[in-house]
């Protein structure tokens, strides 16, 4: 039986080795976990040299054309999920590298939306730090009850979603550039114009692939037109929004706060203006890290090697 070398990137939980002893492995791999996060081309490029096979955890860590010239022995790159905007297909497929993909758990990122949503709208980070430190009730919360929800794109994440605002008694309303009546109609929710959206949206959530036509799909103009007490939550990816206007929007009070789980530039830069902004709350893109969809990953991982080293690729990534 011939080995196989698999690089797993970017464990920043440390939970890749217990996630792998947990699964049964194909016999004759050897995997090596890095748990550090390389920016640096050279750095990187220079550990992952040996191995023929590497796993990647969402976009962490990018592969353009560049990077792939320069690991001669990659033959095979497996992304959780089976989409990732980081790869260069197209320069993998005319390297020889096949890329594949995982299965994932769809409930996660809209589970912490709400998260985020409700811990904007009661202060509950707030309320935390301060009752810690001895304080008590010292904010006023906000319920959800007649307020109106922007959803932003209505695909499965949006859609979940917009049902849990149906739930709380919201005004639910949706736009996307390619929304019909006819989904809106599915998921029970009012079709609307962009300007309607952010005219109306008490709460604006992103629920959007991020691609050329959505990149920067919001910008200072477009903040403009929402509510000075209006929200905004993205878990989907931060290029959608224009980063630098939005933190001019929250500095200067032009809208109510923001909930944050994706960011230009991840990991987060330690200077970076977010962290100072009182009127949000930031996360560390945790929309997919949970449990059952790390295991909906990690038996993904497992498959798509196997699969190589039998012949027969599983979940490929055409585009």
Known sequence: MSKLQAAFLDDYQDVAQSLLEARETPEGLEVMVFHDHLSDEDALAERLRPFEAVCVMRERTPFRRALLERLP???????????????????????????????????????????????LLRHIPQEDRATRAGGWQETVGTGLPGKTLGVAGLGKLGARVARVGLAFDMDVIAWSQNLTEE?????????????????????????????????????????????????????????????????????????????????DTEPLPLDHPLRNCDNTIITPHLGYVEEANYGAYFDGYLAAIKGYMDGSPVNVVKR
Do not use: Q, Y
């Not at 706060?257 to 960011?263: R, S």
């Open 73 to 119: 022995n990659l033959r095979l790159l497996v992304t959780s999920g089976m989409r990732n905007a980081s790869i260069d297909l197209d320069g993998a497929r005319e390297k020889g590298v096949t890329v594949c993909g995982t299965p994932s758990v769809g409930a996660p990122t809209a589970e912490l939306t709400w998260g985020l949503i409700l811990g």
């Open 183 to 263: 989904r809106c109609g599915e998921v029970g929710v009012t079709l609307v114009s962009k300007e309607e959206l952010l005219a109306r949206s008490d709460i604006l959530t992103i629920h959007l692939v991020l691609s050329d036509r959505t990149r920067g799909l919001f910008r200072s103009a477009d903040l403009a037109r929402m509510k000075p007490t209006a929200l905004i939550v993205n878990t989907s990816r931060g290029p959608i929004i224009d980063e630098a206007a939005l933190v001019d929007a929250l500095r200067r009070g032009a809208i109510g706060g923001a909930g944050l789980d994706v960011f």
